[in-house]
């Protein structure tokens, strides 16, 4: 069970990041109103539902060993690397594709450490407006 909670958690607090940070990134210029209203409350309910994940995986009495935790993580952060790293093959004024596998590493350090596991990656968030 706490597997699947694991990984209930970087399905809502990983996956998509990258596509949010994108979209963020719209916002900050002042592109696409609409899209970016909608990507605010879509990442906010994102955004809850891995804190929940986190306050339901907090409650378990057996939860993962670090690597296990870490394997999982590990999995989703390739996965979304790989589908933005494709998403958005060129680079960006202020966006890139090694920017963005930084920051979704950041965004896994953070779920980690609000899972109660140590962090994996040690990076600092590249983007000033997430």
């Known amino acids: 069970f706490a ?4 990984a209930y958690a970087c399905v809502e607090g990983i996956l998509f990041s ?9 916002k900050k210029r002042g592109l696409m109103p609409g899209l970016t209203f909608s990507n605010g409350l879509i990442s906010r309910d994102e955004g809850l539902h891995a804190e929940f994940a986190c306050l339901v995986y907090g409650m378990l009495q057996n939860k993962l060993p670090d690597d296990v935790a ?26 890139n594709n090694e920017l963005m ?21 040690e990076v600092s968030n590249p ?4």
């Open 3 to 6: 597997e699947r909670i694991v």
């Open 101 to 121: 596998t930084r920051y979704i590493e950041f965004v896994a350090d953070r779920l980690l450490t609000a899972l109660g596991h140590p962090k994996l990656f």
């Open 70 to 95: 870490h394997c999982i993580v590990r999995g989703a952060v390739e996965a979304e690397r790989t589908f933005i790293c494709d998403a958005l093959p060129c680079d960006l004024i202020g966006m």
């Open 18 to 26: 990258g596509s949010f940070c994108a979209i963020y990134w719209l």
């Open 127 to 130: 983007f000033d407006w997430m």
